[in-house]
């Protein structure tokens, strides 16, 4: 997951949004807090 965000932040050039929840019928993987902090330092300009 963690390389999957990376990549759109490399071509990302609007705000993205991460949904952390679908309901409770989603069952898909959650980007940890600690994962979406790393993410918001390394890439300032995503969201």
Known sequence: ???YWR???KV???PV???TT??????GPV???KLMI???KQYP???
């Open 17 to 19: 949004i991460f949904q």
């Open 22 to 27: 679908g309901g409770t019928a989603y069952k």
């Open 1 to 3: 997951m963690r390389q």
């Open 31 to 33: 980007p940890s807090v």
């Open 7 to 9: 990549e759109l932040a």
């Open 12 to 14: 990302a050039t609007r």
């Open 38 to 40: 790393e993410l918001a």
């Open 45 to 47: 300009h995503f969201g």
